[in-house]
Structures are given as C-alpha cells and as structure tokens.
C-alpha cells in the first residue's frame, strides 16, 4: 500500500462513500446466494409433484424482488465506488499537472511530452482501475466465494471437493496470463508514448515538413512506429484470445464432473434434483470470485506499478521555488540592480555572464545589444528566475530576488521571450491569457499599441477567430505583436522584450516602438533587439560581449567612441537598408 500513500487523503475524504459503496456490494453478493436456494424449492416440488401455480408464482415474486434488489444494489455500489474512483482520478490527474507547472526547464529537456501524456493519461486510469475494479474484484473474490462455498458444502461437501478441482486452476491461469498481458501492455504503452510524441512532433512542425518537401519521409517514419504499435496491439490481443476460450474449458470441466457425480449422486437419491440444480447454479457463482483473484491481482499490480511511476514525478523537487523566509510582497515598483552576476551552465568552459555590475532604475528604458551569444537572453532569464541566479547577484527594489514570492516577481514582469508561443484558442483568449479580467477598452488599446487593429478587422471572425496550433493561421509578425499585447495586458512594473520584434517589418516596428513608449511611460522597459529603430529612444544602450559590459551610453556618445557598438550599429544599417530595398523592389 507504500505506492497508494499519496491518495490516502483523498481515500480519507472519500471514506463514507467507498463504505456505503462496499456494503451495497456486500448486499449484491448476499442476494445472489438466494436464487439457487428458490430454484431448489421450486425442482424438489415439481419433481414431488407438490407444486402449485400459486407456490410457483411464489417463487417468481421471491425471485423477481431479489433481482430487483441486486439490481438496485448494483447501481448503489457501481455509482459509490467506480464513482469516488473518477474522483480520486481527477484529483490526481490535477496534482499531477499542478504538479508539473512547478517544475524547472530542465525537467522538460530530459522528459518526452509522449510519455508525460501518457503518464498522465494511461498510468492514473490504471491507478483508477485498481483502486475500483481492483477493490471490486478481491471483494467478490472474499465474499462472493467464501460464501458460495459455504452453500456448496451445506449441499454436498464430497461433490464440493470434487467441483472446486479446476478452480485453483482458473486462478493460476488468470494471474500467469494476467502478467503476459501485462508484459505486453507495458510493451504497447511505450510504444503508445513514442507514437504519441511522434505525431505531436510532426503536427507542430508542419511548416518544416512542408517547406522541405519532407511528407513521404515523415509519413514513412510514423508509419513505421504505427507498424510496431499494431504488432504489440496483436500481441496482446493474442494473450487475450487464448485467455477466454482457457476459462471456459475450466469451468466446464468442473460442471462436467459436477454433472457425472451429482448426476449419480441425485439417482442414488442424496441429494435431490432441486440440489443439483442448485449446487450448478452455485457452482457457476463460484467460476467468477476464481477468475476475479487472478484479475484482482493484476489490476492492483498494475496500478501500484502506474502509481510509482506518477509518485516518481511528484517527488520532483523544482530547481526554482520560494524559499524559506520570502518577504510579503505585493508587487515591484522596477529598481533592478546587477552585482557581480556570474553565470555559468553546466559543461561549458567558460560563463555566459562573466561579473556582470548594472543599475537599472525606475522608469528607465533600457536596450541592450551584443552579437549572437553574449548573453543577452541568458540574463533576461535569470532576471524572471527562469534560471536560478547566484544569491546576492540580483536585486529588485534593493530586496534579494530569493526573497521575493515567485508570484509577484512574475507578475510584476511582462515578458517577452524570443520564441512566442500561442495557444489554440482565439485571439481574444490568447491577448487576455494573463488577465481575465481585462476590459474591451483595454484590449482594444494593447491591440493599437501593436499595430494589429487593421488586421484583426480583416480576420473572418475578428477576436473570436481561431489561430490553430501555436498560432499557425498567423505569420511570425502576428504572433510576436500578440504576445506583447498579452504581456501589456497584465500592466507590469517592469517590461522585457526578448527580440521580439525580430519579425515585425521595419515600418510597423517604428509604430510599435512609439506606442510603447508612450504606454510604458513611468515603467522599466528593457529591451533586446538587433534592430536600428530602438536605439535612439534608449535612455542608456548597454553593449554585451561574452557575457561582459563593455559599452554603455546613450546613442550618440557610444556612437562617438568607434567601439563595438559603432561596428554593431554599422553591421545593421547595411543589413536593413538591403531590406528596405528588398521591400520596394518586391512592390
């Protein structure tokens, strides 16, 4: 029960439920014992000629009441226990997935999504099997078969003895085959999990694929893993065929025995028909509680198995949480101050960020530039704790950024990473992701800010349109302008734009560039970009190369000094005048 300790309190919560839902199966297994007892009535009198349409109508009412007492208590037991089963399934479903929003990027970098869906998906409903048909079976397996027997033994406790022979056998077979079935559905659930990431794969990279002219190789390859699922399906489907066909020969072969020594038994007259008839009907009770051990078995095997796996990743400790002693913030106001910030990531000679000193205050616009790898991202990621920073590196409003709530530093942070990311929702849905409670006007004024309002009008459904997967019916421009509109809704402290307009062309960019610094007036904006248009509303331009500030200043005086930025600056000129004669030309 080690691998179960995780759902005791929702067992807990549940108890009153899973009680009612056991005795209503209690009840069930009671009232299924009678049945045989009225059909041995009913034979002795007709073979004793004593019957009478008023004593057999008797008999069908007693019957018909039972029937619908077991039927009743079924649906008692069905609805409590395979119900509450749902429930426990939900709930851990939910701390799983709550769970896995906690951990760190590098949790994800050395786990499939495959197999995270199918953990999430395959292992709790085996968890929810064992805690429902598991608990039903071993139940039935208890009650149902120590009280058949009882009966059996009261009829004839030598033809008992011969009849219950095979049984162990049913038993035996169930769990030996049981386990090949398990075998091979494990088997097929990691295949499941690879196909699964497959087509996830595939389906997100479908521009890729299509770009390349790479759809009969793709198409080969998840026909190949489809080939290896079907395989592994047939597999377990033939453990399947030959477990069915096992069981009935088994039990048969107890009614056979039963047939030839209870037959002689009733014509020797120790028992009479009535109790043949019964001990069979018995006897047919009995070949169930038999099959159910062996499933019993597996289903809880099974599920202990899938629960160590789920308890596997809730053990994860996130490399990024609060820590003890985090002070009551609500919010920041921007202040940010760099100290000595060294950054370094593991099996890499040397630091991305290298003694980094920066003060950045309330309300200043920041942009900062370097060429490919000096850092840049790197540092914007640590200032959201994204990656874990040094202590005593980075501080905001002169507090510690271990000391401050994750909650609050990242909600008072509108950040714009380099990959936007777009859920399969409408437009609408994704501007308002974080800040449900935004009004139309503020909407319609992010949606200004971005330069969407034209386009968004020329869309078939306006807001309401759907924009596929990751944003597909969008171009690159779009989505980027949408997650900044996103990240403006939620009106934070301190806003990072991580070369987020690196696909926005050159005209709307100046657009976007002047809402922005009318919008974010009062607020820190820091910005990263490759782009001229930036740098001239800069406040302070900061210069990284490998992870170091070697230039800092305004446009012009580090414009002056001929340094890196100059040849940075000059580099980029050419590149979007090219750009810009590529565009007209184009017209």
Not at 365 to 388: A, D, H, N, Y
Not at 399 to 425: A, C, M, N
Not at 519 to 526: M, R, V
């Amino acid at each position: 029960m080690k691998a179960f300790k995780t759902l005791w309190g929702d067992l807990f919560e549940n108890r009153w439920r899973i009680l009612i839902g056991l005795l209503a199966l209690l009840v069930v297994d009671v009232l299924q014992l009678f049945i045989p007892r009225i059909i041995k009535f009913s034979i002795d009198d007709l073979t004793s000629g004593e019957a009478s349409p008023q004593r057999l109508l008797l008999y069908g009412i007693e019957i018909f009441i039972l029937a619908l007492g077991i039927g009743g208590f079924r649906y008692v037991w069905r609805y409590h226990l395979l119900g509450t089963a749902r429930k426990i399934e939900k709930n851990l479903r939910d701390k799983l997935f709550l769970h896995l929003q906690t951990l760190s990027p590098s949790y994800f970098l050395r786990s499939k999504v495959g197999d995270l869906m199918a953990h999430s998906i395959n292992d709790i409903e085996a968890v929810r099997m064992a805690l429902a048909l598991g608990v039903v079976f071993l139940t039935d397996t208890l009650i149902l078969g120590i009280l058949t027997l009882f009966f059996m033994i009261y009829i004839h406790p030598q033809l008992t003895l011969y009849a219950i022979l095979p049984m162990p056998l049913i038993t035996l077979v169930t769990l030996c085959l049981s386990r090949f079935l398990h075998e091979r559905f494990e088997n097929l659930q990691k295949t499941f999990a690879q196909l699964t990431e497959r087509i996830r794969e595939s389906i997100s990279a479908i521009r890729v694929i299509r770009a390349y002219a790479q759809e009969e190789w793709e198409k080969k390859r998840i026909s190949r893993l489809s080939q290896d699922y079907l395989e592994k399906g047939l597999k377990v489907t033939q453990v399947w065929g030959f477990f069915f066909p096992v069981l009935l020969f088994l039990s048969n072969l107890s009614l056979a025995i039963v047939l030839y020594i209870g037959g002689r038994l009733t014509i020797l007259q120790s028992i009479s028909p009535g109790d043949l008839v019964a001990f069979m009907s018995y006897l047919g009770l009995l070949t169930w509680p038999m099959m159910a051990l062996g499933w019993a078995i597996n289903l809880i095997q099974r599920g202990k198995v899938s629960m160590n796996r789920v308890n596997r990743i809730l053990k994860e400790k996130p490399e990024i949480t609060d820590l003890p002693g985090v002070l009551p913030l609500e919010s920041l106001q921007g202040e940010i101050r760099i100290k000595g910030l060294t950054f370094k990531i593991e099996n890499h000679l040397s630091p991305i960020l290298d003694h980094l000193d920066l003060e950045i205050h309330k309300g200043e616009k920041i942009v900062m530039v370097g060429r490919t790898g000096s850092g840049k991202s790197t540092f914007c990621r640590l200032l959201t704790r994204i990656l874990e920073s040094p202590k005593d590196s980075i501080f905001y409003d002169g507090i510690e950024i271990h000391q401050i709530p994750l909650k609050v530093l990242r909600s008072s942070i509108g950040y714009v990473p380099q990959e936007t990311f777009l859920f399969s929702e409408t437009l609408r849905e994704n501007i308002m992701f974080g800040n449900s409670r935004a009004t139309e006007e503020e909407i319609e004024e992010v949606i200004r800010i971005v330069q969407l309002e034209e386009e968004i009008r020329g869309f078939p459904e306006g807001l309401q349109t759907m924009i596929g997967e990751k944003g597909i019916n969008l171009s690159g421009g779009q989505g980027q302008r949408v997650a900044i509109a996103r990240a403006l809704l939620l009106k934070p402290a301190i806003f990072i734009l991580d070369n987020a307009l690196s696909s926005v062309d050159l005209q709307t960019e100046e657009r976007i560039l002047e809402g922005l610094e009318r919008f974010l007036k009062g607020k820190t904006l820091i910005l990263i970009t490759h782009r001229i248009a930036p740098l001239q509303r800069a406040d302070r331009i900061i210069v990284l190369e490998k992870g170091r500030v070697v230039e800092m200043g305004d446009h012009q005086t580090l414009l002056s000094k001929g340094g890196l930025y100059t040849k940075l600056y000059w580099e980029r000129l050419m590149e979007e005048e090219l750009e810009r004669e590529k565009s007209l030309t184009s017209k």
